[in-house]
């Protein structure tokens, strides 16, 4: 059902904990399925993720995809980051379960909303990036439609 990369970071998550007085935190749920992800980034003044943190409860897939996530973004660009997506997450752990595809949008939404609270805090604009729904649920219904 899982892949062994989706085992692998479930079983060992990378990157777990905070960052305190990150440069960006971003908070996300999903109300349907109870997952919460919390992604902390620390940018440097060029605009390099230099560290990133996550904070997940919910399922292993929401920890598997808040892991692969992190790793993804650590030691890119403030718009490299923004560039991943969540079909890029679930190719980076090779797939999963499709009644589990919202962890990964779980995981791209996280991480938009901990870039959105970094361009609020240094009140500049990311070019390309919209302001994150907090409750990922909304934004497959709007899909669904």
Same mark, same amino acid.
């Given at each position: ?12 998550p990378? /990157? ?11 908070t ?8 919460i992800m919390?992604?902390?980034l ?23 995809? *808040? *892991? ?19 079909q ?8 999963l ?6 962890? *990964? ?17 240094? /009140? ?22």
């Amino acid at each position: 059902m899982y892949s062994e990369k989706v085992m692998d970071h479930f079983q060992n998550p990378r /990157n777990v904990g905070e960052i305190e007085n990150a440069s960006g935190v971003g908070t996300v749920g999903n109300a349907k399925c109870g997952d919460i992800m919390r992604i902390y980034l620390d940018i440097d003044d060029s605009g390099i993720i230099r560290d990133v943190k996550f904070k997940t409860f919910g399922c292993g897939a929401a920890v598997a995809t *808040s *892991s692969m996530a992190t790793e993804l973004v650590k030691g890119k660009t403030v718009q490299e980051a923004l560039e991943i997506t969540n079909q890029a997450v679930m190719e980076a752990l090779d797939g999963l379960p499709s009644q589990k595809v919202h962890c *990964s949008l779980l995981a791209e939404e996280a991480i938009h909303a901990a870039l959105w609270d970094y361009a609020e805090k240094h /009140n500049i604009k990311i070019e390309g990036l919209e302001k994150p729904k907090s409750d990922v649920g909304e934004h497959e219904e709007e899909e669904e439609y």
